[in-house]
């Protein structure tokens, strides 16, 4: 009687001891509320996530430390200055990224799809080695990506490159991210590399177009990629509080979007800018914070679309925003000649020097303008960027 009874009490011990090591699920991660931010999430004493982590990504060794595996370079860079975790698409989706405790310079970025049980890491570290022993070129910044579910990098998903490279966009401005090299762990457990095809999704554009708002202090991109993919990019380089109101403390699915002709529109009266008509099926947008200025990034295919009809037809239009409480309205007119910069540079010299410093413009071809140098414009209108 007595071996029974112990025999069903290690038996209990054992359940309990096996129900505590539990590593915790995709369902877990989607649906748990008590970590906010990613230091939290990732430090807590219980360690959950980092079990979650641990059995959904390679046991390998991290290339750079030969006594360190791949996973305690993770979590390393997830310890540091705590991020708030983003929930996307009704919690399918978490993204989160931290950096190392007293070296922010390692980054880290988790993106996590608990429908179809993908995770997938990002390590910004800035050794080569062992792929340049005889040491041909500077140690870079670089990037190493990984997921223990794809076998290619062109299998990833679209989302996560987004989330990527809105992690890069929204960068202290102290500590830009600009990877050199990029290299990638699939399903087979191999490094290779894949600059290029990161790249051409982040980087090259086919084109761009250049929309101006009326007060001159905000411009609007539309990028083209080489995959056709075409992302827009709103600029608010006076960082009006409206704009904030609206697009940072309200998100997406909160409010409403029309974008109408701009003569429709009339000071003063807030529904002449939001017609039923032009009422927005969709308008997902992200928004950034800078030190001197606002963005705001949207890739919604109808929204794409109808702008480029009206740079197609050379034809003003307003955009507004309606939340709970507030809501803004900006009237963008599109740059198509010459004489439409030299106009802003009159306007508003300090939004045509900013355009020029951004990083997609930079030697990139303006459709319109069929140009690749917008710098040229300032021999012959004599203006001074610093």
Known sequence: MKKLLSIIVLGLLWCNLSFAEETPSFEWVKNQTKFIDTMRLVGDDKQQFQKFIK??????QFFDFKDETLYQEFISVLLGPPNQIKYLEDRRYLVGDACMAHYCSAKGLFFIDTKEKHVIGVIRHFYTEPFDLDKTRKKSEDFLIFSKTHKKFENLPELFLESVDDWIKGADDFDPINPQVIRFIG???LIKDSTDLFKNYIRPLSSYSLLIEEDGDTAMFIYRYPNSKIVGEIMDYGN???FSAIYKDY????TSTFIQPANLGKNGDMNSWMLPNFKLDNFHYKYISKKDYQILNFSSK????KIEEYISSKSNFSLATLSEKSWYA???LPVTNTNDLKLLIKKNTQ??????SNFNVINQKNREL????LTSLLNKEKVKCD
């Open 302 to 305: 109808n929204v794409i679309q």
């Open 55 to 60: 059995s959904n990504m390679s046991t390998r």
């Open 251 to 254: 998100p997406y699915y909160e």
């Open 330 to 332: 900006g009237t963008f």
């Open 370 to 373: 069929k140009t690749k140098n």
């Open 351 to 356: 939004t045509f020097c900013k355009i020029l």
């Open 240 to 242: 009006f509080k409206w």
């Open 187 to 189: 399903t087979d457990d």
